[in-house]
């Protein structure tokens, strides 16, 4: 090889290699410059006023209701009516408490027919009073030994417009088993009468 030619490429060499160096140098003193101050944003402060915090309780009181301008209606009645049986019924006789006590055979001393002592008023059904409902029942039932009702069903119910109704049957039923008789007495023994009717009628209260 060219002895010329081998220094050449070695000196070639030697300042490329230089020039590397001095590039790099450049580079890092570069990086390593501290940075310029960057202009600050000044933030304005915030300040919040100070609030005084009220609790407030509702003292107020509620309206009073507006009063109803009807007053309800008032609980009516039912009439006690004599059935067109054969047999007649006092519905007028004195009454006497549930705990009546009489003496003499049977309870009952005297000789004669039955009669009602004890009577009591059914209680007017609550669907029939709301709908203006009137009417009547008539309940069958057997007045015993001791002048107690028995087995009392209704044999008609009709209201005051003629229409069949089972809406007073309950309250009737309820009543005549509560009814007290002096019952039936023949040759000094009290005995059995089957077939009684009464007629219940219910019928509201008139302004």
Same mark, same amino acid.
Not at 25 to 38: Q, S
Not at 130 to 146: A, D, L, P
């Given at each position: 090889?060219?002895?010329?030619?081998?220094?050449?490429?070695?000196?070639?060499?030697?300042?490329?290699?230089?020039?590397?160096? #001095?590039?790099?140098?450049?580079?890092?003193?570069?990086?390593?410059?501290?940075?310029?101050?960057?202009?600050?944003?000044?933030?304005?402060?915030?300040?919040?006023?100070?609030?005084?915090?009220?609790?407030?309780?509702?003292?107020?009181?509620?309206?009073?209701?507006?009063?109803?301008?009807?007053?309800?209606?008032?609980?009516?009645?039912?009439?006690?009516?004599?059935?067109?049986?054969?047999?007649?019924?006092?519905?007028?006789?004195?009454?006497?408490?549930?705990?009546?006590?009489?003496?003499?055979?049977?309870? #009952?001393?005297?000789?004669?027919?039955?009669?009602?002592?004890?009577?009591?008023?059914?209680?007017?059904?609550?669907?029939?009073?709301?709908?203006?409902?009137?009417?009547?029942?008539?309940?069958?039932?057997?007045?015993?030994?001791?002048?107690?009702?028995?087995?009392?069903?209704?044999?008609?119910? #009709?209201?005051?417009?003629?229409?069949?109704?089972?809406? #007073?049957?309950?309250?009737?039923?309820?009543?005549?088993?509560?009814?007290?008789?002096?019952?039936?007495?023949?040759?000094?023994?009290?005995?059995?009468?089957?077939?009684?009717?009464?007629?219940?009628?219910?019928?509201?209260?008139?302004?």
């Amino acid at each position: 090889m060219n002895p010329v030619r081998l220094i050449g490429a070695g000196a070639l060499a030697i300042a490329t290699t230089l020039a590397l160096i #001095f590039t790099m140098h450049l580079l890092i003193k570069a990086n390593m410059k501290a940075p310029e101050d960057e202009e600050q944003i000044k933030v304005a402060d915030i300040v919040m006023p100070e609030q005084k915090i009220e609790t407030q309780y509702d003292t107020s009181k509620p309206d009073k209701p507006d009063e109803p301008e009807t007053p309800p209606p008032e609980m009516p009645e039912p009439e006690f009516d004599n059935p067109d049986t054969d047999t007649t019924l006092n519905m007028a006789a004195p009454r006497a408490s549930a705990d009546l006590k009489v003496g003499g055979i049977g309870g #009952f001393a005297s000789e004669g027919d039955y009669l009602p002592i004890v009577k009591v008023q059914p209680q007017y059904p609550r669907r029939a009073l709301q709908r203006g409902i009137e009417g009547y029942v008539i309940v069958e039932y057997t007045v015993t030994k001791n002048g107690s009702v028995r087995d009392p069903r209704v044999v008609e119910a #009709f209201t005051n417009d003629g229409n069949p109704t089972t809406i #007073f049957n309950r309250a009737a039923i309820k009543s005549a088993l509560k009814y007290k008789y002096k019952p039936r007495v023949v040759d000094g023994q009290p005995i059995e009468v089957p077939g009684v009717k009464t007629k219940i009628s219910f019928n509201m209260a008139k302004n």
